[in-house]
């Protein structure tokens, strides 16, 4: 096995999740540079005043080198990421005493996962489930494609493209549980409005979401 590690690493080098640079010492998956300099949201990790949301949490913002990480994780394949955000997104639930006892995520839709062969949030919600040692249930899907949210100018176009897109299909996985919702990225929290809204029609007592980054000016 060490063998093979070693050959592996000769062929692919290990590479911060972040800054994408070459690690030479050890096997952490972020650089320290990247631990001491990330754009750690602190205590500002946590908006409210989303509808239909408890509250809404991420752990990073989403600029320079996060972004550029997300974007790898999302298109590129690098679902390994996942474990990596799960451990700051874990730190972010503690920090702030999140409590929840089951966990889902927003999905992409049939076609999506078809042609990207994953659904980045479910990862990440495994991840967290693992480490939580809570379920982690499919509570919803995306029954069609809609147009890009970063691409709508404005929170009014953003909330109507959202709306309708997402079904509970089985209401009694989400009936009088505390819903930790996984995201990757939030920006103006429209489609985890949504997502939220459909919960709690379908039963649920709460609402909480985390991503692994938010813009920082909710756009
Ligand atoms: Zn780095």
Same mark, same amino acid.
């Given at each position: 096995?060490?063998?093979?590690?070693?050959?592996?690493?000769?062929?692919?080098?290990?590479?911060?999740?972040?800054?994408?640079?070459?690690?030479?010492?050890?096997?952490?998956?972020?650089?320290?540079?990247?631990?001491?300099?990330?754009?750690?949201?602190?205590?500002?990790?946590?908006?409210?005043?989303?509808?239909?949301?408890?509250?809404?949490?991420?752990?990073?913002?989403?600029?320079?080198?996060?972004?550029?990480?997300?974007?790898?994780?999302?298109?590129?394949?690098?679902?390994?990421?996942?474990?990596?955000?799960?451990?700051?997104?874990?730190?972010?639930?503690?920090?702030?005493?999140?409590?929840?006892?089951?966990?889902?995520?927003?999905? $992409?839709?049939?076609?999506?996962?078809?042609?990207?062969?994953?659904?980045?949030?479910?990862?990440?919600?495994? &991840?967290?489930?693992?480490?939580?040692?809570?379920?982690?249930?499919?509570?919803?899907?995306?029954?069609?494609?809609?147009?890009?949210?970063?691409?709508?100018?404005?929170?009014?176009?953003?909330?109507?493209?959202?709306?309708?897109?997402?079904?509970?299909?089985?209401?009694?996985? $989400?009936?009088?549980?505390?819903?930790?919702?996984?995201?990757?990225?939030?920006?103006?929290?429209?489609?985890?409005? &949504?997502?939220?809204?459909?919960?709690?029609?379908?039963?649920?007592?709460?609402?909480?979401?985390?991503?692994?980054?938010?813009?920082?000016?909710?756009?």
């Amino acid at each position: 096995m060490k063998l093979l590690d070693a050959l592996l690493d000769l062929l692919y080098p290990p590479r911060c999740t972040f800054c994408h640079r070459m690690l030479r010492n050890g096997h952490a998956p972020v650089c320290e540079k990247c631990l001491l300099a990330l754009p750690y949201t602190g205590p500002l990790a946590r908006r409210e005043k989303i509808a239909h949301l408890d509250a809404c949490y991420a752990p990073l913002f989403y600029e320079k080198d996060v972004r550029e990480s997300l974007l790898r994780f999302k298109f590129d394949g690098l679902t390994g990421y996942a474990g990596v955000y799960a451990g700051f997104m874990l730190k972010c639930i503690d920090e702030n005493g999140i409590s929840c006892d089951s966990i889902a995520w927003v999905p $992409v839709s049939r076609k999506k996962l078809r042609s990207r062969g994953y659904d980045q949030a479910q990862l990440l919600a495994q &991840e967290l489930a693992v480490r939580m040692g809570l379920p982690c249930r499919k509570m919803l899907v995306k029954n069609r494609e809609n147009r890009q949210q970063s691409l709508l100018a404005n929170a009014a176009e953003r909330r109507a493209n959202v709306k309708g897109v997402y079904d509970c299909p089985s209401p009694e996985i $989400v009936q009088g549980k505390h819903i930790l919702l996984v995201d990757d990225i939030v920006t103006s929290g429209a489609t985890l409005s &949504e997502c939220a809204r459909i919960l709690r029609q379908n039963g649920a007592l709460s609402v909480t979401a985390i991503a692994v980054a938010c813009a920082k000016d909710g756009k």
